[in-house]
């Protein structure tokens, strides 16, 4: 059984002035995480949201690409790491670009 539905969700440090991380995309297509250089993954780890993801990642059976390092001017730092999971069913062919109009509702 596969998690169907897009989702964004973000961590902003205490200034509400930058991203530490931000997830978005469609569970059944492609999810695009990015994090700053000064987040440690055991830091997100401890986030509810983070671990929903962690979940349909791994019920989906998605893969990842990455991590690519950066510059990331939105990231708490201005550097960081991107990730790309992408859906089984596009494994050796073209991977689907990033959501463009990422849902925040």
Known sequence: MT??????????????????????????????????????????????????IKQIVRVNGMYGLGPEYGDLPQMLGGKGYHIAFIHPRFEGHEIPPPMEQIPTS
């Open 3 to 52: 998690i169907q539905g897009t989702l964004f969700v973000q961590q902003r440090d205490q200034s509400d002035t930058n991203i530490k991380w931000q997830c978005w995309g469609d569970a059944e297509t492609r999810l695009d995480l990015i994090f700053s250089e000064w987040v440690s993954f055991d830091e997100m780890a401890e986030v509810p949201a983070f671990q929903r």
